[in-house]
């Protein structure tokens, strides 16, 4: 199986700044990677589709990048409701398979 | 809308068999090009995808699992559901169940529902 491997695990930012996230896969994913958002004790959020196509109502300070196996979600202005683990997940192979999540925290 | 609700048993014995089912609203599971998922989550830890429900009936399984797993469809009640058994406590976890688009990503889940595997 494909194994995606985030970072960093654990961020502290404070709001206003850009923060990138990487997820490196173990083959090549083509763009069938997704970004997802989970606040705590929420279900996850689709963010991104196909590696850099925003789903309906997110908003423009979430963008994703990338294809291949290297991947990146960048927040740029961070916002105090931003705090949450982000998941990245491929659907390129079956099984489909998430990254292990990085944790944002607002300063 | 599309909503998505799951429904179970809270706890349940080792070596027992968990049923899951997950009531969807706003949307029909008979519609072309969607995909309906199990993913759970043990606690503080990450994402793990379960297997998935066709449109038509089809299904595919994570391997991890293959051999304790069965998701169904029952399109007359617009619902689809999980069935894992042979329970350890390994297994205790929250469930979400999700549309898929196509085989690629979620855009709608549900709210989880958390299973434990307790005597």
């Known amino acids: 199986e494909i194994v995606l491997t985030q970072s960093p695990d654990f961020q502290s930012v404070s709001p206003g700044e850009n923060v990138t996230i990487t997820c490196r896969a173990s083959q090549n994913t083509g763009t069938y990677l997704h970004w997802y958002q989970q606040k705590p004790d929420q279900s996850p959020k689709l963010l991104i589709k196909f590696a850099s196509q925003s789903f309906s109502g997110v908003p423009s300070r979430f963008s994703g990048s990338g294809s291949g196996t290297d991947f990146t979600l960048t927040i740029n202005s961070l916002e105090v409701e931003d705090a949450a683990t982000y998941y990245c997940?491929?659907?390129?192979?079956?099984?489909?398979?998430f990254g292990q999540g990085t944790k944002l925290e607002i300063k | 809308q599309v909503q998505l609700q799951e429904s179970g048993p809270g706890l349940v014995k080792p070596s027992e068999t968990l049923s899951l089912t997950c009531i969807v609203s706003g949307g029909s599971v008979s519609s072309g090009g969607h995909y309906w998922h199990w993913i759970r989550q043990p606690p503080g830890k990450g994402l793990e995808w379960i297997g998935y429900v066709s449109y038509s009936g089809g299904t595919r399984y994570n391997p991890s699992l293959k051999s304790r797993v069965t998701i169904s469809v029952d399109t007359s009640k617009n619902q689809f559901s999980l069935k894992l058994t042979s329970l350890t406590a390994a297994d205790t976890a929250v469930f979400y169940c999700a549309r898929g688009s196509a085989t690629d990503y979620f855009d709608y889940w549900g709210q989880g529902t958390l299973l434990t595997v307790s005597s």
């Open positions: 997940h491929q659907s390129s192979t079956s099984p489909d398979t």
